[in-house]
């Protein structure tokens, strides 16, 4: 690591930025200034609990007001939109694996000024169909690089045990019976009185990172935390 660092300063490593293509000059983020200066920051005022833009006053949105989620707080640097939603769609289905590097990078940001504290990162589990069809899983590349940038070991205590098709049509109230029982978890003595953070690429309606938060809690999980690359805005529609 000490060796790399070093070799990194002498030699630094070329980068190009994700959106635009231009030459960066040793930075890690993987996009120039011009180009971040318009990638869409989850920013203002959020849910103290989901993190959606807050449209009205208080401190939690309409879907958590008064609600007992099954995760403790979700976190996102974006809001699923314009090149951010272009990068994670190029992610999950054109094998852009480079993308996780910059992306995680945003997400590692975000996490170290949440102030949340964790034991161990575990990403999303994709259907055994999904992954053989695309070889890989998007959350894990995410999960993977978050974890060498914040120095947090990676357990892939998830396990996805029903095959649940594409949830894109489907709402909350759909998508919760669909999940209905889609993990479990594969090492219970891991997860027992820690601290985790679920990693995910988008979230949506929270639907799959709550099923994942009630095994993990049943579990014994302390605290389930979740951290995805973006957030899908539901407060303005
Ligand atoms: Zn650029
Ligand atoms: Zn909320």
């Not at 993990?183 to 953070?197: A, C, E, G, I, Y």
């Amino acid at each position: 690591m000490f060796i790399k660092r070093i070799i990194d300063f002498i030699f630094p490593p070329n980068y190009t930025c994700i959106c635009c293509g231009r030459d960066i000059f040793n930075n890690p983020y993987g996009v120039c200034e011009g180009c971040k200066s318009s990638l869409p920051f989850l920013t203002g005022r959020l849910c103290q609990h989901c993190s959606d833009i807050l449209i009205s006053d208080g401190d939690y949105c309409k879907r958590c007001k008064g609600k007992t989620q099954l995760y403790d707080k979700a976190i996102s640097p974006f809001i699923y939109t314009d090149a951010i939603a272009k990068h994670i769609q190029n992610l999950k289905y054109n094998n852009a694996k480079y993308l996780a590097e910059p992306l995680s990078r945003f997400m590692a940001d975000t996490f170290c000024n949440s102030k949340i504290s964790i034991n161990f990162v575990t990403p999303v589990p994709l259907c055994t169909k999904r992954m053989k069809e695309r070889g890989y899983n998007q959350s894990s590349l995410l999960a993977d690089s978050f974890s060498k940038i914040v120095n947090i070991p990676v357990l892939d205590v998830l396990e996805r045990v029903k095959e649940t098709g594409t949830q894109t049509e489907l709402n909350f109230i759909e998508r919760q019976k669909n999940l209905k029982d889609a993990f479990r978890v594969v090492n219970k003595k891991l997860v027992k009185d820690k601290s985790v953070l679920v990693i995910d690429d988008v979230f949506t309606t929270g639907a799959t990172v709550s099923e994942c938060a009630k095994v993990l809690k049943k579990s014994g999980a302390k605290a389930v935390y979740v951290l995805t690359a973006a957030h899908t805005i539901i407060a303005k529609k």
